[in-house]
């Protein structure tokens, strides 16, 4: 069973809380790496250090979720090894498996219901890296001397 990190900043504590129960629900092993309330907190140190996990856990994915998605997702990015992608819909996040490998997925509180958060989580976590063709780009992503 693959490891299914979680973190957020205070935007995001409630739909994490609603993400935990689902995972939990279907069998995944979750891990949540904070806050534990909805007190304000930076989405730069809960992206980075949600990255710094998923990085060091290669079969494991990774959930971040701020107001919007973006700023913890840019944070997440900064680790190397860490492919963060921002989805918004279940196309984006079976689209960012298949061609991207990502390992992090990212939402928006503010602009995704929890309904179709599941929903979004889903396909993320169901859907195959391709490689192919692919797989040189995501090798070039993650090399910095490229």
């Not at 921002?86 to 490998?101: F, P, V």
């Amino acid at each position: 069973m693959k490891n299914i990190y979680i973190a957020t900043d205070h935007a995001g504590y409630e739909l994490k809380e609603i993400l935990k129960k689902h995972l939990n629900d279907n069998n995944y092993n979750v891990i949540d790496l904070g806050p534990s309330n909805n007190n304000s907190v930076s989405y730069v140190s809960y992206g980075k250090k949600l990255a710094r996990e998923v990085v060091a856990d290669k079969k494991s994915f990774g959930i971040i979720i701020c107001g919007t998605g973006i700023g913890i997702s840019i944070s997440a990015n900064k680790v190397k090894g860490a492919r963060a992608a921002l989805c918004y819909n279940e196309e984006y996040a079976k689209l960012s498996r298949q061609h991207n490998d990502a390992n992090i997925l990212s939402l928006g509180a503010r602009f995704t219901a929890s309904y179709h958060a599941k929903n979004i989580v889903d396909v993320f976590l169901n859907t195959k890296f391709e490689s192919g063709r692919h797989k040189s780009r995501v090798e070039e992503i993650d090399n910095d001397s490229k």
